[in-house]
């Protein structure tokens, strides 16, 4: 997602949804290490609740990437009605994304100290922000690098729905095997 808006919108329009990915994933993290992740345990069906919906809105993204229109020019794109994510929009999109409840759940259940777990929690996030924005930003800036690729309505119809489908492949893990 980050390089479709990378290469649909610039560098500078995507980084709302830059900080919105990392500041918001933290937030989950945090929480999720400091008990959410027992409501999951207690109540299962909650997380296949959580799971079912977090696939459907992950589909319906792929389905919007897919069907972008490409942006005639950079300058053109303050008036396009398409627009990258704002930071509020990545921060919740978090909390239906199912790679950052695997990745955040993974880290907490690995990575915290049974007699420390509120300072695990605490470096387990601060790790994941250092980490994260780079992380995010690799991703954007590639967007960024492959948008004079993209130099035609076709090659950027192309992108779009490769990007869709890779989206939408992201979910197998999350269904097989479980």
């Not at 610039?10 to 989950?28: A, D, E, Q």
């Amino acid at each position: 997602m980050l390089m479709a808006s990378g290469a649909n919108f610039g560098l500078k329009r995507t980084i709302p949804h830059m900080l919105g990915i990392s500041l918001g994933f933290v937030f989950m993290l945090a929480l999720v290490g400091i008990g959410l992740a027992q409501v999951f345990e207690r109540i299962p069906a909650t997380f296949l609740a959580l799971k079912i919906l977090s696939s459907i809105y992950l589909l319906y993204l792929a389905w919007k990437i897919a069907n972008a229109a490409p942006l005639q020019d950079n300058s053109n794109a303050a008036s396009s009605n398409s627009k990258p994510f704002t930071f509020l929009q990545a921060a919740l999109f978090q909390w239906v994304n199912p790679k950052a409840w695997s990745m955040g759940t993974t880290a907490i259940a690995t990575y915290s100290l049974q007699d420390s777990p509120l300072l695990s929690v605490f470096i387990i996030c601060s790790v994941f922000l250092v980490v994260n924005f780079p992380a995010v930003t690799t991703w954007a800036v590639a967007g960024t690098r492959i948008k004079h690729f993209l130099n035609t309505p076709a090659k950027t119809r192309i992108f779009n729905v490769t990007a869709a489908i890779l989206l939408a492949m992201t979910l197998y893990p999350a269904w097989i095997g479980h």
